[in-house]
Antibody, heavy 121, light 108 residues
Framework: EVQLVQSGTEVKKPGESLRISCQGSKYTFSKYWIAWVRQMPGKGLEWMGIIYPGDSKTRYSPSFQGQVTISADKSITTAYLQWSSLKASDTAMYYC??????????????WGQGTLVTVSS | SSELTQDPAVSVTLGQTVRITCQGDTLRRFYASWYQQRPGQAPVLVIYGKNYRPSGIPDRFSGSTSGNATSLTLTGAQAEDEADYYCHSRDSSGNHEVFGGGTKLTVL
């Protein structure tokens, strides 16, 4: 079955940089968009952006444009979410998900287990 | 604020039927998908489009759309259905996507 495995929990200080990962397996990684979704403590899901690993084309939510960088390395079937300078407000659970399109319907059919990022001085 | 609006909380008596609704102008143009998130777990896709259910999702979950609203209906709610439910669709530009604010379902 399709699997997305995310990197482990991170505890960082404000101002530090961070890259978390999401490795896909058991499907053709380069042919499906990968989405990143934020969930702040006790809050709802927020769509951050997507990447197409086949050509690394990206789309960012206006709310996250310039705040994070989404990238992918199709040779190792891995997508990344990166911060250059973390803030306390980046504390959240981050999920990656495989994005499929069925009859022009966008759906996130497989999800990673989540990566908890805590930013605290 | 999200372009998709959901009631924050809904309750249902065990075995009864409940409808969870998501509203937004973009739903006149784009279908939505629905996700269930149990506490401490990753979301799971339960319904997408008019009324498509992924493999493994019980048939007590169904979907419908009318005008600017899409609904997830649970027929015969079970204790394990207690969770947060989120709708998801494209935004007004069509190039980005958004989630609704989520609905907390309590099964009494």
């Amino acid at each position: 079955e399709v699997q997305l495995v995310q990197s482990g929990t991170e505890v960082k200080k404000p101002g530090e940089s961070l890259r978390i990962s999401c490795q896909g397996s058991k499907y053709t990684f380069s042919k499906y968009w990968i989405a990143w979704v934020r969930q702040m403590p006790g809050k709802g899901l927020e769509w951050m952006g997507i990447i197409y690993p086949g050509d690394s084309k990206t789309r960012y939510s206006p709310s996250f444009q310039g705040q994070v960088t989404i990238s992918a390395d199709k040779s190792i079937t891995t997508a990344y979410l990166q911060w250059s300078s973390l803030k306390a407000s980046d504390t959240a659970m981050y999920y990656c998900a495989r994005r499929s399109v069925h009859d022009d319907i966008s759906l996130l059919d497989y999800w990673g287990q989540g990566t908890l990022v805590t930013v605290s001085s | 604020s999200s372009e998709l609006t959901q009631d924050p909380a809904v309750s249902v008596t065990l075995g009864q039927t409940v409808r969870i609704t998501c509203q937004g102008d973009t739903l006149r143009r784009f279908y939505a998908s629905w996700y269930q998130q149990r506490p401490g777990q990753a979301p799971v896709l339960v319904i997408y489009g008019k009324n498509y259910r992924p493999s493994g999702i019980p048939d007590r979950f169904s979907g419908s759309t009318s005008g600017n609203a899409t609904s997830l209906t649970l027929t015969g709610a079970q204790a394990e259905d207690e969770a947060d439910y989120y709708c998801h669709s494209r935004d007004s530009s069509g190039n980005h996507e958004v989630f609704g604010g989520g609905t907390k379902l309590t099964v009494l």
